[in-house]
T-cell receptor
Framework: QQQVKQSPQSLIVQKGGISIINCAYE??????FPWYQQFPGKGPALLIA?????SEKKEGRFTISFNKSAKQFSLHIMDSQPGDSATYFC????????????FGAGTRLAVHP | NAGVTQTPKFRVLKTGQSMTLLCAQD?????MYWYRQDPGMGLRLIHY???????AKGEVPDGYNVSRLKKQNFLLGLESAAPSQTSVYFC?????????????FGPGTRLTVL
């Protein structure tokens, strides 16, 4: 119940294309869903996050879509650029006091020029 | 403002050796965390601290010990290193432990145990 399943493991997209990464969870107590971006040799950094009271959140070219009934959420990167090449992690945590972040396994994205 | 820093950046140990990884943050954050990152497994929480002088176990605590004697520092110790502890270790900190409070990560320490 604590797992967050992420797919695909790796993704190759052409410049200008749309990158889509999917995550699924089981624990209905989760109510915070962030995405972290990690460049080679660096630590992860928060990219965008959503709570289940909305079905979509957009920040620039990055959009999170959230489907509460299906317990799934996804990251869409529009107009993908070579500079977006990184590893992306979805995560989830609950509310009320300290609730640790549960991370997905990660998706390595390569955007080819 | 350096954020979260980690030392060392790289280390090679022999089985049975001990070492300490140091994490420092200058953001006055209460919460600090140690994660390990392994291929295909994402980040897994080893130990965390909710404030100076307090520590707690995370998801994979066996073989590790931690201490938080000062608010800005969080130490991760390996008393007797094993090859299974070969990994990249990340420290993170956050202002609170509430969901939605961003965790800031350090640059990582790549540890190899032979």
């Amino acid at each position: 119940q604590q797992q967050v399943k992420q797919s695909p493991q790796s993704l190759i997209v052409q410049k200008g294309g749309i990158s889509i990464i999917n995550c699924a969870y089981e624990n209905t107590a989760f109510d915070y869903f962030p995405w972290y971006q990690q460049f080679p040799g660096k630590g992860p950094a928060l990219l965008i996050a959503i709570r289940p009271d909305v079905s979509e959140k957009k920040e620039g070219r990055f959009t999170i879509s959230f489907n509460k009934s299906a317990k799934q959420f996804s990251l869409h990167i529009m107009d993908s650029q070579p500079g977006d090449s990184a590893t992306y992690f979805c995560a989830a945590s609950g509310s009320g006091g300290y609730n640790k972040l549960i991370f997905g396994a990660g998706t390595r994205l390569a955007v080819h020029p | 403002n350096a954020g979260v820093t980690q030392t060392p950046k790289f280390r090679v140990l022999k089985t049975g050796q001990s070492m300490t990884l140091l994490c420092a943050q200058d953001m006055n954050h209460e919460y600090m965390y140690w994660y390990r990152q392994d291929p295909g497994m994402g980040l897994r929480l080893i130990h965390y601290s909710v404030g100076e002088g307090t520590t707690a176990k995370g998801e994979v605590p066996d073989g590790y010990n931690v201490s938080r004697l000062k608010k800005q520092n969080f130490l991760l110790g390996l008393e007797s290193a094993a090859p299974s502890q070969t990994s990249v270790y990340f420290c993170a900190s956050s202002y609170t432990g509430l969901a939605g409070n961003e965790q800031f990560f350090g640059p990582g320490t790549r540890l190899t145990v032979l």
